[in-house]
């Protein structure tokens, strides 16, 4: 039990760095060395360095972003933590945008060792294959393709 703990402590830091809107403490604090990270299924970072390298974009055009979450799933016992997040910004030109996105994460001694993120058209494949309930209200109006997830609020 005493292990679970700061599992759950580490992964409450980890949440609210994304909800502060700080990428970067999230990826650097949490992200093991060694952590492999996958968006929709394709492997994008062998490596925290490169997961760092892959967010300098986004950090060069946000000049503010929060995270909002819902339905976190945590097992303690296994180290894997789902749950949906929604980050609303605002670009460096002042247009407000809004990513929506389905973590899946594997913690193992006390940093992230894999995360999967899914958006657009593969999250909504998985909601048919039942990996996730339906939630309306993540999902695209139009299918985007899986690259343009990020759309002005209200569009």
């Keep these: 039990m005493s292990h679970q703990i700061p599992f759950r402590s580490k992964l409450d830091d980890f949440l609210l760095s994304l909800a502060r ?27 925290r360095r490169t997961a760092l390298r892959k967010l300098q974009p986004v950090l ?9 979450f819902d339905d976190l799933a945590c097992e303690r016992d296994t180290g894997r933590v789902r749950f949906y997040c929604r980050t609303d910004g605002v670009d460096i030109d002042g247009r407000v945008v809004r990513e929506e996105v389905f973590h899946a994460q594997v913690w193992a001694g006390g940093e992230i060792v ?12 998985l909601f048919g294959r039942g990996f996730a309930a339906p939630r309306s209200r993540l999902l695209p109006v139009s299918p985007a393709p899986a690259m343009a997830v ?6």
Aim: hydrophobic share 40%; glycine share 8%; charged share 35%.
């Design 114 to 125: 894999e995360e999967r993120q899914y958006r657009g058209e593969t999250l909504a494949r």
């Design 21 to 47: 809107g700080d990428l970067l403490d999230a990826v650097e604090t949490h992200y093991s060395p060694d952590a492999r990270l996958f968006e929709n299924d394709i492997l994008v970072a062998r490596d």
């Design 60 to 68: 060069r055009r946000f000049a503010m972003v929060r995270g909002t």
């Design 150 to 155: 990020a759309r002005a609020i209200g569009a």
